[in-house]
């Protein structure tokens, strides 16, 4: 069942060619943390190798969008920043390096999709 949303996605994203698409599949700690399908998969930064030579941005199907921080004047857990992690289709992070569309704003997980062109879609 695991990659049913992603089939599905694949198949929506090849009948609406050029959208980008995103499909919320479940939250985990009361909502701080959305994962999401996209289509076609989100890119990440560019990397290098040990020779300093670039490497192709790995490309990620799902995607956790988490809310965190810190209020900087209380030094107390506060919703200050929204984070774009990789993630396995069971939302487990698979890198803690933050993907393009990261912001040090608290939007909602849907505002942060609208910003790197994605349209939400439910199936």
Do not use: C
């Amino acid at each position: 069942m695991a990659g049913r949303p992603i089939r599905r996605l694949k198949h929506l994203a090849r009948m609406n060619p050029g959208r980008k698409l995103a499909r919320k599949i479940k939250e985990f700690d009361n909502g701080t943390k959305t994962l999401w399908a996209v289509m076609p998969p989100l890119q990440g930064f560019p990397r290098w190798d040990e020779e300093g030579d670039e490497l192709p941005p790995h490309s990620h199907g799902y995607i956790l969008i988490s809310k965190g921080g810190f209020d900087r004047r209380t030094y107390q857990p506060a919703w200050t920043e929204t984070y774009i992690f990789p993630a396995d289709s069971s939302g487990e992070p698979l890198d803690m390096g933050e993907l393009p569309g990261s912001a040090n704003v608290p939007w909602e997980p849907e505002k942060v999709l609208e910003n790197i062109g994605y349209e939400i879609v439910s199936m």
